[in-house]
């Protein structure tokens, strides 16, 4: 039942990063989900294993610190506070965040559990995913909706760890490359979108259009 | 079989020969190659013709479903005749006409003639098509030859789309005839009953829509009148003459193969005949474009083949073997005619083009002075045009019209259809009449009404002789209508297979009557000679002097003051204005004493402006509204991405 | 003969970034291409042996797509050498909106990344397992954002942020149908299953059909991102038309096979598993939504290399309702994907040569090609012709193999949707070629010196205009077998 | 070949003018006046016959051909017309269509012969023929289709033969109404009035006179002698309709239909003297009412 816990904070904090509006709140939010993802293995039926220490020391110190830390330099570097004028209020988004949840559940539930771990696995980890995925379709700021992204692959990793003991390790792979593409590539964009326009506003980012 | 290959590779081979040598002399050669091609392409379809055998022969074309099949039956061979007969003699007198200009426009011409050939003579569906297709790409590429004009890309375009979405039917037509035996081959089409692919209703629409837009049947024929001015007038003539009568062909080829037919296939093709005859023939009234006339005509002459068919497929269902066969045999005849006379007139029309450089009526008059050759070529066109005799445009006409006479009964049901359409025949006749004396009269008698006119000259031999080998088809036809009935009896034998046994019986009815008329257009010309005799002999020497046209005592007449065709037609199209539509610039002089004006008159096409256009631009503008979908926002270009989601996850996950 | 197929550009992309000069980078690009061209090439002669264990090997959908991406790169290399050679280094960048010019600085970059997407692509086209297919449909990601960038003005970087993005997501998506694939397996105890397509197809039956049914969303979501297929194709006209012509021409006729290809791969586990109408029910469906999301911005577009791009829409649109279609539809799909690729990929070279004479993507500006560059006028009619699926280009036969395929399942409703998108996409892509292509040219509108075609820009597109011609005449044996075998259509 | 057909065919070209005559005379005297004599258009015929040409320098050989082709045209129709319960001399399946494009074809010639002298009333003229023949045609098949259906015979001897059933019992209404659409055709295409008026001088007002204005001398008299022989085939075809008997002997049917002849004649005359002239404009409805008439009895043809 402990698991449970765990599942709360991770709604906890999915409805905290819906309804905040700064951007020092959204990392530490997202380092500690990174923290909750690096747990969340130890919580699966049978032994544990060499490669589920190590899933999770790698876990927790990319997702928990290494990726963090390189977003709050990033913002540092921009000299961005906060996320002004989101598309869709902080009110509206806690209310749509419910819906989400509500759904969520429903495909969950349907869903037959991988795992003996916990029914709420996938469940979870669609909510999480769509969290990331609202904010970054709600929010204006190139660096919210990578941080949008980075939550979406939360979301994604929820669903991985509880899978890690059938998994191959390529799929593991998978997360890392996805996550460091996401920094890496996104970082260098971010700086050129910086540079070209002086702000990181997505505003000015309408021009292709028909 | 092999000369028929012969001739296709040699037609291609010849018409690729001016795009690698630009020398001047280069379309010369390819035009010998066209004609040498066309003369052996003629042999096997005359003999096919004429004994009617049949013969095919396959190659191997590693294309799903494809198969190089050609065959020449007695149907494929009439329709070969004209296609060789005309295009070779139009590209001898495109020899003159071009003047070594567009030297690659040989190419396609001998692309179009080639396509022409494998669209009648392939026996495989996805063979046909792409005949089907290259001719009409040939033909666009022939049609915008001169596309720095504007009316020559406008007119590609509509030709283009027109065409392509005949097509798109067309291919349902096919995928649907070979669903049961999953082979294209025409022979797996044979015996076909439709319940087992698709409704029979289905597949006629679809042949009569795909092949109708090629045809040219009214509500469908936009193209027409807009590609056939803008193309080089030999190819006009060809596009006219021949090509789109492989609409008709299809028809004539793919009906039969639909099962036994119901009555209201007859009355459809008696109403599409009707519309576009009728409509045809008043918008061709209206025009002042010598060419975009013409073109017209052609909607009206295709209306009567519908009308022909109309009345051969009321027979059909009806049990009726002479209606069938004057129906059927009227409407292929009418095909053969067509071919040769308004490949005559378009001929004409580019020798006036080309002597005057103009295309309008009203600037012509007077040229059969300067052209007496073209003059009286173009007379005997627009005579056979017109449906009178001694020409071949009346023995069409007469068998359709007898067909109608015989189908006639109290308390039948075609009698309806039959009456409309012997009625719509006379008033397309009428009409045609009046066009015809209104084009010959305006632009080749009277005064010339412009320096263009009085400036013309006749035209080389290599323009004269076609137009002048034309005239004589027409009139040998016209005096020895039994040939033809020869010419048609296989070609109806093979449409007609359960009517073999009484053909002979009703042809040799329909032959009688001919050979009377014969002997009656003998007779006439004969009396004419006679009177003409009588004039040379007794009165040509009392001339009591010439003088001036009788001008009711005006002071300074002018060859402006003559009528022109505008208002000569202008009665007709007053009359029928509702339906034409015309637009006027300006407006006439008023009062007593009126000053300068000046009034033109248009009459685009009413199907365009009225019904085509505005819904074309309602689906443009409805379909604009939908581009906001692409906004440039990132944000919601991710939103799409999220609905996908959950919309393929509602909509799969309801049901466990 | 797999090693070498992914280490030749490999290794080319690592000797392209240091190499110092401009000549050998340029060598370097041409003649890895044709190596990699070759090794293809024989591939169709004998089979290379799989290796890593079955993870990677070529099976025909694989050759046929390998094939397609090595020949469209070997004709773009040469193409991109010709541009490069052009854009003469000394000319300064400006920072106007429509610059094209590529800065030199970044050209080994460039070049480097180019063989990186090459080498990426070929393992898409290899991978048999579905855990390194998303690897390496990532990596296609990764190696081509930074060319699409290439321009460095605020346009290609908007392309490019868009790109990223989207494609971004689309892959997590991916990768959570990867999971779900994963827990399909685990559920019922199949766990030592490896998740090679083969021994998933293997499995048969025995699958947990809710999880493999989400996993299979997850995956047409995620991989119908990277294909293009509407509404998820909102980055493609950007993209597309914001990176350089060469690039626009892989992105095109190669990188959205090779999301096709996924696609195909998942439906082949899916049918295998019982799943198969559910699939084609999902893949008819965003086909004909695609054609018709296409044509709305097909009708009136006033940027050619959007309109291509659009068109690119659309084909994805046909190919995936081919995929819908049964045996005989995906054959015509996978004759149509290489239809397309040859078609479009030479169309997007040329509107690269018009786009250099004429220096605007304005439809408006531009006309009497034909008269003024007739060699890229021809190219630029033929290409219209290709792509609007006439004959006797390919496309014609492959979009009638799929409407045949509509009407043998009796959909009629269908018949109409499909015949109706592509008339009017017909109709709206033929009212900008022909204006482009005929007419007077406008002496208004600055242009290039006329009759001055390179021959190394206009050979390229030459070559894939014949290939695409030669396709609707003959269909070579052997591929007609590789089309067969990998939609297991028989014909009867 | 039957001799009674052959004198038939002598008298049409002999008596036609002398139609004419009547006409004449039948308006004179309604007109109180003494008249012309009867034979006058053999007078005017001959006088033209014998005068000199003149000719428009304007023209061609067409304004020559056009009064030689049109007489010779309407020469050729007479061949195909029955009269008095005789045969005609050409018969066969459909000989009608023939004769009405004979009709069609003569006055094609006519137009253009008008057209070639360049003269805006001559096309004014020829305008005017066109439209006004352009609607009597479909009238004039209707009409025979309705006399086609009710007999089922395909040429007009048939039609008009002894054994021909068109005096069956009950047909008298709707031939009623087609011999009424058939006399509206017969004045129309003769350019009497009510459509048009041969005796006018105003050109603007005239059709058929107008178009001749130009012609001459022999030429004029080959018109004259036309439109006489038109006049003639029309009328007895109009005559064969109103009087679908037989006596059953040759001499009595023929004296029968040239008294017939003689006396549509004078119901020319008598509408001429009694009738003004339509208005142009309303020409079309006239014919197209001859058309509705010849539907309607159709209509009630087709049901019986």
Redesign the interface.
Same mark, same amino acid.
């Given at each position: 039942m402990t698991i449970d816990i765990l599942w709360i904070l991770f709604i906890v904090s999915n409805f905290f990063l819906l309804g905040s509006s700064r951007l020092h709140t959204y990392i530490r939010v997202i380092s500690l989900q990174g923290f909750l993802l690096s747990v969340l293995p130890w919580f699966s039926e049978g032994p544990v294993s060499g490669h589920i220490v190590a899933m999770s020391l790698i876990n927790g110190s990319t997702k928990g610190i290494l990726f963090p830390w390189l977003l709050s330099q990033a913002i540092r570097r921009a000299e961005v506070r906060r996320e002004i004028e989101p598309f869709i209020g902080y009110g509206s988004s806690l209310f749509i965040g419910l819906l989400g949840l509500l759904t969520s559940f429903w495909i969950g539930n349907r869903l037959i559990p991988p795992t003996a771990t916990s029914v709420f696995t996938a469940a979870m980890a669609l909510f999480t995913l769509f969290v990331g995925l609202f904010l970054i379709m709600s929010r204006r700021k190139a660096i919210t909706q990578a941080l949008g992204y980075l939550v979406m692959e939360n979301g994604i990793s929820i669903l991985g760890m509880a899978l890690l003991q059938h998994d191959p390790v390529v799929v593991e792979l998978g997360i890392l490359l996805d996550a460091f593409a996401a920094i890496f590539v996104m970082g260098i964009i971010m700086f050129h979108i910086n540079q070209e326009f002086d702000h990181m506003d997505t505003d000015r980012l309408n021009q292709l259009k028909d | 079989m092999i000369l028929l290959w012969t001739s296709l590779v040699l037609m291609i081979f010849s018409g690729g020969l001016s795009l690698f040598r630009r020398h001047p002399s280069s379309p010369r050669w390819s035009v010998a190659g066209l004609v040498t091609a066309c003369l052996i392409g003629i042999v096997p379809a005359v003999h096919s013709l004429w004994t009617g055998a049949s013969s095919e022969t396959r190659l191997p074309w590693n294309i799903p479903g494809g198969a190089c099949h050609l065959g020449i039956d007695p149907l494929t061979a009439f329709f070969l005749i004209p296609i060789f007969l005309l295009s070779s003699l139009a590209a001898v007198y495109g020899l003159e006409y071009l003047q070594g200009k567009q030297p690659v426009s040989w190419f396609f011409y001998g692309l179009l003639v080639a396509a022409m050939v494998v669209t009648v003579s392939a026996r495989n569906g996805i063979l046909f098509l792409m005949g089907w297709e290259i001719m009409t790409l040939s033909s666009f590429f022939l049609v915008t030859a001169e596309h720095e004009k504007r009316e020559a890309r406008q007119a590609g375009w509509t030709y283009l789309v027109a065409a392509h979405i005949g097509t798109a039917f067309l291919l349902v037509l096919f995928l649907l005839l070979s669903r049961s035996s999953g082979s294209m081959d025409f022979d797996s089409f044979k015996g076909l009953s439709p319940s087992e692919t698709a409704p029979a209703w289905l597949l006629f629409v679809c042949a009569v829509i795909g092949f109708g837009t090629k045809a040219g049947f009214m509500p469908l024929h936009i193209w027409l009148p807009e590609a056939h001015p803008a193309a080089p007038s030999h190819v006009s003539a060809v596009m006219s003459g021949v090509m789109i009568k492989t609409g008709i062909y299809g028809l004539l080829r793919f009906l039969f193969y639909l099962g036994a037919p119901s009555p209201w296939w007859g009355w459809t093709f008696i109403g599409i005949g009707l519309t576009s005859g009728v409509i045809g023939v008043l918008f061709a009234l209206a025009q002042h474009d010598l060419k975009r006339l013409l073109a017209y005509h052609s909607v009206e002459n295709i209306g009567i083949i519908a009308l022909g068919m109309g009345v051969g497929f009321l027979g059909l269902s009806g049990g009726s073997t002479p209606l069938a066969v004057l129906g059927f045999g009227g409407a292929v005849l009418h095909v053969l005619n067509h071919a040769l006379f308004k490949g005559l007139l378009f001929l004409g029309a580019g020798a006036v083009l080309h002597s005057t450089h103009t295309k309008d009526i009203d600037h012509l008059g007077g040229l059969l002075k300067k052209m007496p050759w073209t003059g009286i070529s173009f007379l005997v066109g627009a005579v056979a045009i017109s449906g009178l005799p001694p020409f071949n445009g009346f023995i069409s006409e007469f068998m359709i019209y007898l067909g109608c006479f015989k189908g006639l009964s109290p308390v039948h049901p075609s009698t309806g259809p039959l009456i409309a359409a012997m009625t719509g025949l006379a008033l397309i006749g009428g009409l045609a009449a009046a066009c015809f004396s209104k084009a010959f009269g305006i632009v080749f008698l009277g005064e010339p009404r412009s320096a263009h006119a009085a400036g013309a000259h006749e035209v080389g031999m290599p323009m004269k002789f076609p137009m002048m080998f034309l005239a004589g088809g027409c009139l040998l036809i016209g005096i020895f209508p039994t040939l033809a009935l020869r010419a048609i009896k296989h070609p109806l034998a093979q449409l007609i297979p359960n009517l073999a046994v009484t053909l002979n019986d009703d042809l040799s009815m329909a032959e009688r009557a001919l050979s009377m008329i014969s002997w009656s257009a003998g007779a006439l010309i004969g009396l004419i000679l006679l009177f003409a005799l009588g004039y040379r002999l007794f009165w040509r020497g009392r001339r009591g002097g010439s003088a001036p046209t009788w001008d009711c005592g005006y002071a300074f007449p002018s060859a402006r003051m003559q009528y022109t065709a505008s208002s000569f037609a202008q009665p007709l199209t007053d009359l029928f204005s509702p339906l034409l539509r015309s637009e006027q610039i300006g407006s006439p002089g008023k009062d007593l004493f009126p000053k300068d004006s000046h009034l033109v008159t248009e009459t685009p096409d009413v199907f365009w402006k009225e019904f085509y256009r505005p819904v074309l631009h309602r689906i443009q503008n409805l379909l604009a509204r939908g581009r906001i979908l692409q906004h440039g926002r990132l944000q919601l270009y991710v939103f799409y991405i999220v609905i996908t989601l959950i919309a393929v996850f509602l909509l799969e996950m309801r049901n466990p | 003969m797999i090693p070498a197929l992914l280490l030749i550009p490999t290794l080319a992309a690592l000797l392209a970034f240091v190499l110092p000069s401009v000549r050998g980078r340029r060598v370097t690009l041409v003649s890895s291409a044709l190596a990699h061209l070759v090794i293809t090439g024989l591939c169709w002669i004998r089979r290379p042996v799989p290796a890593l264990s079955g993870w990677l090997s070529l099976d025909p959908a694989g050759l046929l797509f390998l094939s397609i991406a090595s020949l469209l790169f070997t004709t773009a290399a040469i193409y991109t050498v010709g541009s490069l050679r052009d854009e003469s280094p000394e000319r300064i960048p400006s920072s106007r909106e429509d610059d094209f010019f590529f800065s030199p600085e970044s050209e080994n970059v460039f070049i480097g990344c180019l063989l990186l997407f090459l080498a990426a692509m070929t393992a898409v086209t290899l991978c048999q397992?579905f855990? /390194?297919l998303?690897?390496a449909v990532?990596a296609t990601?990764?190696a081509s954002?930074p060319l699409i960038?290439f321009h460095r003005s605020?346009?290609s970087?908007?392309?490019?942020?868009?790109y990223?993005?989207?494609c971004?997501?689309?892959?997590?998506?991916a990768?959570?149908g990867?999971?779900?694939l994963?827990?399909a397996?685990?559920?019922d105890g199949g766990?030592d299953v490896?998740?090679t397509v083969s021994e998933l197809m293997r499995q048969g039956t025995s699958f947990?059909k809710?999880?493999l049914?989400?996993s299979f969303?997850?995956f047409?979501?995620g991989y119908g991102?990277k294909m293009g297929l509407a509404?998820?194709h909102?980055?493609l006209?950007?993209a597309h038309?914001?990176a350089p012509s060469a690039v626009s021409s892989l992105l095109s006729g190669a990188l959205l096979n090779c999301a096709f290809l996924s696609l195909y791969r998942i439906h082949q586990v899916c049918d295998a598993a019982g799943l198969g109408l559910?699939t084609q029910d999902?893949f008819r469906l965003f086909g004909i939504l695609s054609m018709g999301?296409a044509?709305?911005?097909l /009708?009136?577009?006033s940027d050619y290399k959007?309109m291509l791009a659009y068109s690119s829409v659309e084909h994805m649109g046909i190919l995936s309702l081919g995929m819908g279609l049964g045996p005989l539809g995906l054959?015509g799909a996978l004759w149509h994907s290489l239809n397309h690729s040859l078609s479009k990929s030479f169309l997007f070279l040329t509107a690269g040569n018009l786009l250099t004479f004429y220096k605007t993507k304005s439809t408006r500006q531009i006309r009497?090609i034909?008269?003024k560059f007739p060699i890229t006028g021809i190219l630029w009619m033929a290409g219209f012709?290709a792509i609007?699926g006439?004959?006797?280009f390919g496309t014609?036969?492959s979009e009638?193999?799929i409407?045949?395929a509509i009407?043998?399942q009796g959909r009629?409703g269908l018949?109409f949707l499909y015949?109706g998108f592509?008339?009017?996409a017909?109709?709206g892509m033929?009212?900008i070629f022909?204006?482009m292509s005929?007419?007077?040219p406008d002496e208004t509108v600055p242009s290039a010196n006329a009759r001055k075609e390179p021959w190394i820009r206009v050979l390229p597109p030459l070559i894939l205009a014949g290939l695409s011609l030669l396709l609707g005449?003959?269909?070579?044996?052997g591929l007609?077998r590789v089309l067969q075998e990998a939609s297991r259509y028989i014909?009867? | 070949m039957n001799p009674s057909s052959l004198l038939c065919l002598l008298a049409a070209w002999t008596l036609s003018p002398l139609l004419l005559g009547i006409i004449n005379r039948t308006k004179a005297v309604f007109a109180g006046r003494r008249g012309s004599p009867l034979l006058q258009p053999y007078h005017d015929l001959l006088k033209l016959f014998r005068k000199d040409l003149v000719i428009s320098r304007t023209t061609t050989w067409v304004f020559v051909a056009g009064p030689l082709a049109g007489c010779a045209i309407l020469g050729m129709s007479t061949f195909l017309i029955p009269f008095g319960g005789s045969p005609s001399i050409l018969r066969f399946s459909g000989d009608m269509i023939l004769f009405a494009y004979l009709l069609g074809l003569a006055r094609f010639m006519t137009v253009l012969a008008a057209l070639d002298t360049g003269s805006s009333f001559e096309g004014m003229g020829a305008s005017r023929e066109v439209q006004f023949s352009a609607l009597a045609e479909p009238t004039l098949f209707l009409a025979l289709a309705g006399l086609t259906l009710s007999t089922g015979e395909l040429s007009l001897s048939g039609l008009f033969s002894a054994n021909s059933t068109l005096h069956r019992g009950g047909m008298a209404v709707p031939l009623a109404l087609i011999a009424v659409a058939l006399f509206i055709l017969f004045l129309a295409e003769n350019a009497r009035i009510p459509v048009d008026d041969p005796n006018t001088h105003l050109e603007l007002t005239m059709i058929h006179e107008v178009m001749v204005l130009d012609h001459s001398g022999p030429l004029l008299g080959l018109i004259q002698y036309g439109a006489a022989l038109k006049l003639w085939v029309l009328g007895a075809i109009l005559w064969n309709t109103l009087w679908p008997f037989s006596t059953g002997h040759n001499g009595a049917d023929a004296g029968i239909a040239l008294v017939g002849m003689m006396g549509l004649a004078v119901g020319v005359g008598v509408v001429e003297s009694v009738m003004a002239r339509l208005r142009l404009l309303r020409v079309p409805a006239l014919l197209t009412g001859a058309g509705a008439l010849a539907l309607i009895s159709l209509i009630f043809i087709a049901r019986l």
């Amino acid at each position: 039942m402990t698991i449970d816990i765990l599942w709360i904070l991770f709604i906890v904090s999915n409805f905290f990063l819906l309804g905040s509006s700064r951007l020092h709140t959204y990392i530490r939010v997202i380092s500690l989900q990174g923290f909750l993802l690096s747990v969340l293995p130890w919580f699966s039926e049978g032994p544990v294993s060499g490669h589920i220490v190590a899933m999770s020391l790698i876990n927790g110190s990319t997702k928990g610190i290494l990726f963090p830390w390189l977003l709050s330099q990033a913002i540092r570097r921009a000299e961005v506070r906060r996320e002004i004028e989101p598309f869709i209020g902080y009110g509206s988004s806690l209310f749509i965040g419910l819906l989400g949840l509500l759904t969520s559940f429903w495909i969950g539930n349907r869903l037959i559990p991988p795992t003996a771990t916990s029914v709420f696995t996938a469940a979870m980890a669609l909510f999480t995913l769509f969290v990331g995925l609202f904010l970054i379709m709600s929010r204006r700021k190139a660096i919210t909706q990578a941080l949008g992204y980075l939550v979406m692959e939360n979301g994604i990793s929820i669903l991985g760890m509880a899978l890690l003991q059938h998994d191959p390790v390529v799929v593991e792979l998978g997360i890392l490359l996805d996550a460091f593409a996401a920094i890496f590539v996104m970082g260098i964009i971010m700086f050129h979108i910086n540079q070209e326009f002086d702000h990181m506003d997505t505003d000015r980012l309408n021009q292709l259009k028909d | 079989m092999i000369l028929l290959w012969t001739s296709l590779v040699l037609m291609i081979f010849s018409g690729g020969l001016s795009l690698f040598r630009r020398h001047p002399s280069s379309p010369r050669w390819s035009v010998a190659g066209l004609v040498t091609a066309c003369l052996i392409g003629i042999v096997p379809a005359v003999h096919s013709l004429w004994t009617g055998a049949s013969s095919e022969t396959r190659l191997p074309w590693n294309i799903p479903g494809g198969a190089c099949h050609l065959g020449i039956d007695p149907l494929t061979a009439f329709f070969l005749i004209p296609i060789f007969l005309l295009s070779s003699l139009a590209a001898v007198y495109g020899l003159e006409y071009l003047q070594g200009k567009q030297p690659v426009s040989w190419f396609f011409y001998g692309l179009l003639v080639a396509a022409m050939v494998v669209t009648v003579s392939a026996r495989n569906g996805i063979l046909f098509l792409m005949g089907w297709e290259i001719m009409t790409l040939s033909s666009f590429f022939l049609v915008t030859a001169e596309h720095e004009k504007r009316e020559a890309r406008q007119a590609g375009w509509t030709y283009l789309v027109a065409a392509h979405i005949g097509t798109a039917f067309l291919l349902v037509l096919f995928l649907l005839l070979s669903r049961s035996s999953g082979s294209m081959d025409f022979d797996s089409f044979k015996g076909l009953s439709p319940s087992e692919t698709a409704p029979a209703w289905l597949l006629f629409v679809c042949a009569v829509i795909g092949f109708g837009t090629k045809a040219g049947f009214m509500p469908l024929h936009i193209w027409l009148p807009e590609a056939h001015p803008a193309a080089p007038s030999h190819v006009s003539a060809v596009m006219s003459g021949v090509m789109i009568k492989t609409g008709i062909y299809g028809l004539l080829r793919f009906l039969f193969y639909l099962g036994a037919p119901s009555p209201w296939w007859g009355w459809t093709f008696i109403g599409i005949g009707l519309t576009s005859g009728v409509i045809g023939v008043l918008f061709a009234l209206a025009q002042h474009d010598l060419k975009r006339l013409l073109a017209y005509h052609s909607v009206e002459n295709i209306g009567i083949i519908a009308l022909g068919m109309g009345v051969g497929f009321l027979g059909l269902s009806g049990g009726s073997t002479p209606l069938a066969v004057l129906g059927f045999g009227g409407a292929v005849l009418h095909v053969l005619n067509h071919a040769l006379f308004k490949g005559l007139l378009f001929l004409g029309a580019g020798a006036v083009l080309h002597s005057t450089h103009t295309k309008d009526i009203d600037h012509l008059g007077g040229l059969l002075k300067k052209m007496p050759w073209t003059g009286i070529s173009f007379l005997v066109g627009a005579v056979a045009i017109s449906g009178l005799p001694p020409f071949n445009g009346f023995i069409s006409e007469f068998m359709i019209y007898l067909g109608c006479f015989k189908g006639l009964s109290p308390v039948h049901p075609s009698t309806g259809p039959l009456i409309a359409a012997m009625t719509g025949l006379a008033l397309i006749g009428g009409l045609a009449a009046a066009c015809f004396s209104k084009a010959f009269g305006i632009v080749f008698l009277g005064e010339p009404r412009s320096a263009h006119a009085a400036g013309a000259h006749e035209v080389g031999m290599p323009m004269k002789f076609p137009m002048m080998f034309l005239a004589g088809g027409c009139l040998l036809i016209g005096i020895f209508p039994t040939l033809a009935l020869r010419a048609i009896k296989h070609p109806l034998a093979q449409l007609i297979p359960n009517l073999a046994v009484t053909l002979n019986d009703d042809l040799s009815m329909a032959e009688r009557a001919l050979s009377m008329i014969s002997w009656s257009a003998g007779a006439l010309i004969g009396l004419i000679l006679l009177f003409a005799l009588g004039y040379r002999l007794f009165w040509r020497g009392r001339r009591g002097g010439s003088a001036p046209t009788w001008d009711c005592g005006y002071a300074f007449p002018s060859a402006r003051m003559q009528y022109t065709a505008s208002s000569f037609a202008q009665p007709l199209t007053d009359l029928f204005s509702p339906l034409l539509r015309s637009e006027q610039i300006g407006s006439p002089g008023k009062d007593l004493f009126p000053k300068d004006s000046h009034l033109v008159t248009e009459t685009p096409d009413v199907f365009w402006k009225e019904f085509y256009r505005p819904v074309l631009h309602r689906i443009q503008n409805l379909l604009a509204r939908g581009r906001i979908l692409q906004h440039g926002r990132l944000q919601l270009y991710v939103f799409y991405i999220v609905i996908t989601l959950i919309a393929v996850f509602l909509l799969e996950m309801r049901n466990p | 003969m797999i090693p070498a197929l992914l280490l030749i550009p490999t290794l080319a992309a690592l000797l392209a970034f240091v190499l110092p000069s401009v000549r050998g980078r340029r060598v370097t690009l041409v003649s890895s291409a044709l190596a990699h061209l070759v090794i293809t090439g024989l591939c169709w002669i004998r089979r290379p042996v799989p290796a890593l264990s079955g993870w990677l090997s070529l099976d025909p959908a694989g050759l046929l797509f390998l094939s397609i991406a090595s020949l469209l790169f070997t004709t773009a290399a040469i193409y991109t050498v010709g541009s490069l050679r052009d854009e003469s280094p000394e000319r300064i960048p400006s920072s106007r909106e429509d610059d094209f010019f590529f800065s030199p600085e970044s050209e080994n970059v460039f070049i480097g990344c180019l063989l990186l997407f090459l080498a990426a692509m070929t393992a898409v086209t290899l991978c048999q397992h579905f855990g /390194l297919l998303w690897v390496a449909v990532e990596a296609t990601t990764l190696a081509s954002a930074p060319l699409i960038y290439f321009h460095r003005s605020p346009r290609s970087l908007e392309a490019t942020w868009k790109y990223l993005m989207i494609c971004s997501v689309g892959i997590a998506l991916a990768l959570v149908g990867n999971y779900c694939l994963t827990a399909a397996l685990a559920i019922d105890g199949g766990a030592d299953v490896s998740m090679t397509v083969s021994e998933l197809m293997r499995q048969g039956t025995s699958f947990n059909k809710l999880w493999l049914k989400a996993s299979f969303l997850f995956f047409l979501v995620g991989y119908g991102t990277k294909m293009g297929l509407a509404p998820l194709h909102t980055w493609l006209p950007d993209a597309h038309s914001e990176a350089p012509s060469a690039v626009s021409s892989l992105l095109s006729g190669a990188l959205l096979n090779c999301a096709f290809l996924s696609l195909y791969r998942i439906h082949q586990v899916c049918d295998a598993a019982g799943l198969g109408l559910f699939t084609q029910d999902l893949f008819r469906l965003f086909g004909i939504l695609s054609m018709g999301v296409a044509t709305l911005f097909l /009708l009136s577009q006033s940027d050619y290399k959007r309109m291509l791009a659009y068109s690119s829409v659309e084909h994805m649109g046909i190919l995936s309702l081919g995929m819908g279609l049964g045996p005989l539809g995906l054959f015509g799909a996978l004759w149509h994907s290489l239809n397309h690729s040859l078609s479009k990929s030479f169309l997007f070279l040329t509107a690269g040569n018009l786009l250099t004479f004429y220096k605007t993507k304005s439809t408006r500006q531009i006309r009497g090609i034909l008269k003024k560059f007739p060699i890229t006028g021809i190219l630029w009619m033929a290409g219209f012709f290709a792509i609007t699926g006439t004959p006797p280009f390919g496309t014609f036969f492959s979009e009638f193999t799929i409407l045949k395929a509509i009407l043998e399942q009796g959909r009629i409703g269908l018949t109409f949707l499909y015949l109706g998108f592509l008339a009017l996409a017909f109709i709206g892509m033929s009212r900008i070629f022909l204006n482009m292509s005929q007419g007077e040219p406008d002496e208004t509108v600055p242009s290039a010196n006329a009759r001055k075609e390179p021959w190394i820009r206009v050979l390229p597109p030459l070559i894939l205009a014949g290939l695409s011609l030669l396709l609707g005449f003959y269909l070579p044996e052997g591929l007609m077998r590789v089309l067969q075998e990998a939609s297991r259509y028989i014909p009867g | 070949m039957n001799p009674s057909s052959l004198l038939c065919l002598l008298a049409a070209w002999t008596l036609s003018p002398l139609l004419l005559g009547i006409i004449n005379r039948t308006k004179a005297v309604f007109a109180g006046r003494r008249g012309s004599p009867l034979l006058q258009p053999y007078h005017d015929l001959l006088k033209l016959f014998r005068k000199d040409l003149v000719i428009s320098r304007t023209t061609t050989w067409v304004f020559v051909a056009g009064p030689l082709a049109g007489c010779a045209i309407l020469g050729m129709s007479t061949f195909l017309i029955p009269f008095g319960g005789s045969p005609s001399i050409l018969r066969f399946s459909g000989d009608m269509i023939l004769f009405a494009y004979l009709l069609g074809l003569a006055r094609f010639m006519t137009v253009l012969a008008a057209l070639d002298t360049g003269s805006s009333f001559e096309g004014m003229g020829a305008s005017r023929e066109v439209q006004f023949s352009a609607l009597a045609e479909p009238t004039l098949f209707l009409a025979l289709a309705g006399l086609t259906l009710s007999t089922g015979e395909l040429s007009l001897s048939g039609l008009f033969s002894a054994n021909s059933t068109l005096h069956r019992g009950g047909m008298a209404v709707p031939l009623a109404l087609i011999a009424v659409a058939l006399f509206i055709l017969f004045l129309a295409e003769n350019a009497r009035i009510p459509v048009d008026d041969p005796n006018t001088h105003l050109e603007l007002t005239m059709i058929h006179e107008v178009m001749v204005l130009d012609h001459s001398g022999p030429l004029l008299g080959l018109i004259q002698y036309g439109a006489a022989l038109k006049l003639w085939v029309l009328g007895a075809i109009l005559w064969n309709t109103l009087w679908p008997f037989s006596t059953g002997h040759n001499g009595a049917d023929a004296g029968i239909a040239l008294v017939g002849m003689m006396g549509l004649a004078v119901g020319v005359g008598v509408v001429e003297s009694v009738m003004a002239r339509l208005r142009l404009l309303r020409v079309p409805a006239l014919l197209t009412g001859a058309g509705a008439l010849a539907l309607i009895s159709l209509i009630f043809i087709a049901r019986l």
